[in-house]
């Protein structure tokens, strides 16, 4: 009898073990009885009844994510790659659902995303994708969402993880943006020139300004020098021809000195005579009354020109 006691407690212990399983924590089993569904076990251990219940299969309750590439054209007619990312997971109270509706969910959900892409980006040009990813994706999850629920599976979030253009294409945006950007740096650099040009020939202007107000303040300093002399002289006895002849003179043989202390000047003498002061200064003088006089006729002959106008418009 012992001989066939032993393997009967075997078989006995090996069919009491294979009656209890455990289940994970985020983990749902399923349990068929005699080939038809019977019960769903969540984590933990529990206990089957052999040969009659087996374990159908697990469904995972975690959020899984699925990587999608898809291609694509554009409405400016530019074909470009996308990586869109959904992520999802099974609902717990859909197991049934998620385990015997659906044969290979992964593709189910990749036919989805296929199909929305290349319904929405489309209608977009290339720009526009980068700008508006969110929307593709958001369009994806709302179509996902709405189809996937039946099936027992919730879509947490899709998101476009990666726009590809064509390598060529690319290289063209490069080209753009740094052409863009050179012009930004050229406006900035006229403006800048601009700047400069103003500032210097405000400068300029100020300095000829204060020149010429030191010229002027020099040359009323010298009439007054002038002026003063005359007066010495004058209370001296000499009248004022001769004490302006005398300052012509003197100013002269100063000139001469200015010009013998710098060795790289040239000096050019002119002839000279005893009376060389008062000629010089009744040229001078003859000059100024020719000049006035010249003036005044002109200033004449604007005004009849004037009138004549006047009388031609009347």
């Known amino acids: 009898?012992?001989?066939?006691?032993?393997?009967?407690?075997?078989?006995?212990?090996?069919?009491?073990?294979?009656?209890?399983?455990?289940?994970?924590?985020?983990?749902?089993?399923?349990?068929?009885?005699?080939?038809?569904?019977h019960s769903i076990k969540n984590s933990g251990l529990h206990l089957k009844i052999p040969v009659a219940d087996r374990i159908a299969g697990k469904i995972n309750l975690k959020i899984n994510q699925l990587d999608v590439n898809v291609e694509t054209k554009t409405f400016d007619d530019v074909f470009v790659r996308m990586k869109v990312s959904v992520q999802f997971l099974v609902l717990r109270e859909k197991v049934y659902e998620a385990f015997y509706k659906l044969e290979n969910p992964h593709d189910q959900i990749t036919s989805y995303v296929f199909d929305v892409v290349r319904a929405e980006v489309p209608k977009m040009k290339l720009d526009d994708v980068f700008v508006k990813k969110d929307d593709i994706a958001n369009a994806v999850r709302s179509e996902l969402q709405e189809a996937m629920n039946n099936y027992g599976y919730d879509i947490v979030r899709a998101l476009v993880t990666d726009i590809d253009p064509d390598h060529q294409v690319k290289e063209a945006m490069n080209r753009i943006n740094a052409a863009e950007r050179e012009k930004i740096a050229a406006e900035y650099e006229g403006e800048a020139e601009r700047i400069r040009i103003v500032a210097k020939a405000k400068?300029?202007?100020?300095?000829?300004?204060?020149?010429?107000?030191?010229?002027?303040?020099?040359?009323?300093?010298?009439?007054?020098?002038?002026?003063?002399?005359?007066?010495v002289l004058n209370n001296v006895g000499i009248n004022s021809q001769e004490a302006s002849a005398l300052i012509v003179v003197t100013q002269h043989y100063d000139t001469l000195q200015s010009l013998g202390e710098n060795t790289n000047s040239n000096l050019i003498l002119l002839p000279n005579t005893p009376n060389a002061g008062a000629d010089m200064l009744s040229e001078m003088t003859t000059s100024f009354v020719a000049s006035s006089q010249i003036g005044e006729a002109m200033k004449l002959k604007n005004k009849e020109l004037e009138a004549e106008k006047k009388r031609l418009k009347s």
Do not use: Y
């Open 1 to 37: 009898m012992l001989p066939f006691i032993i393997p009967i407690a075997f078989i006995a212990i090996v069919i009491l073990l294979s009656s209890f399983f455990i289940v994970k924590q985020q983990t749902a089993t399923i349990l068929e009885r005699w080939g038809r569904f």
């Open 203 to 231: 400068a300029e202007a100020e300095s000829k300004r204060l020149q010429g107000q030191g010229i002027a303040d020099q040359r009323r300093e010298i009439a007054r020098g002038l002026e003063e002399s005359v007066e």
